[in-house]
């Protein structure tokens, strides 16, 4: 799983994801970013604050996943346990998921959330280079008979440190 983009993506990020089952994005896609990451497997992603109205046009705000048993929840802006923003409250409510994951703060964090049956919360931090995050990251994981295993942060590399092939440097 993979958020806030904004536009960026390089080899090491596709490199990451390719072999992934699907690859799930928490919005802050940026333009380029979903043909990318389709080209290497399939893909979901729901829209974030900085995507174009052609990209929420393509992707929703919530997406809700049942796999294998395993109920997620995936949107951009979520809040943190537990204190959740009004909309992401009323989807808790009625999808009850075991996970919720989404994007945003640009901080990878992986927390229970007590209050709500032990769901699980998950931020995959931010994998471009737009941002106040220091270490660009994306989250792998299995889903193994309704539970998740094998959660892993792949930290990508530090955002300032980014040249492109003509050796301009990224911050």
Same mark, same amino acid.
């Given at each position: 799983?993979?958020? /806030?983009?904004?536009?960026? +993506? #390089?080899?090491?990020?596709?490199?990451? +994801?390719?072999?992934?089952?699907?690859?799930? =994005?928490?919005? #802050?896609?940026?333009?380029?970013?979903?043909?990318?990451?389709?080209?290497?497997?399939?893909?979901?992603?729901?829209?974030?604050?900085?995507?174009?109205?052609?990209?929420?046009? +393509?992707?929703?705000? &919530?997406?809700? *996943?049942?796999?294998?048993?395993?109920?997620?929840?995936?949107?951009?802006?979520?809040?943190?346990?537990?204190?959740?923003?009004? %909309?992401?409250? %009323?989807? *808790?409510?009625? &999808?009850?998921?075991?996970?919720?994951?989404?994007? =945003?703060?640009?901080?990878?964090?992986?927390?229970?959330?007590?209050?709500?049956?032990?769901?699980?919360?998950?931020?995959?931090?931010?994998?471009? *280079? =737009?941002? &106040?995050?220091?270490?660009?990251?994306?989250?792998? &994981?299995? *889903?193994?008979?309704?539970?998740? %295993? /094998?959660?892993? +942060?792949?930290?990508?590399?530090?955002?300032?440190?980014?040249? #492109? %092939?003509?050796?301009?440097?990224?911050?």
């Amino acid at each position: 799983m993979i958020s /806030d983009t904004h536009g960026f +993506l #390089d080899e090491k990020v596709l490199t990451s +994801l390719r072999g992934c089952d699907e690859i799930w =994005h928490a919005g #802050d896609l940026g333009p380029g970013v979903a043909e990318k990451l389709s080209a290497i497997g399939n893909f979901r992603a729901v829209y974030g604050n900085i995507d174009d109205l052609d990209t929420r046009n +393509l992707f929703p705000e &919530f997406l809700e *996943i049942n796999e294998d048993g395993l109920r997620i929840l995936i949107t951009h802006i979520a809040g943190k346990p537990p204190k959740y923003n009004t %909309s992401v409250r %009323s989807k *808790i409510k009625s &999808f009850e998921p075991h996970v919720l994951i989404c994007g =945003h703060s640009h901080m990878a964090c992986v927390i229970k959330d007590p209050n709500k049956n032990n769901m699980i919360f998950i931020n995959p931090g931010a994998a471009g *280079i =737009h941002g &106040f995050h220091q270490m660009r990251t994306l989250m792998t &994981f299995q *889903i193994r008979n309704g539970k998740i %295993s /094998d959660l892993a +942060l792949v930290e990508i590399g530090k955002r300032g440190a980014i040249k #492109d %092939s003509a050796g301009v440097e990224y911050i």
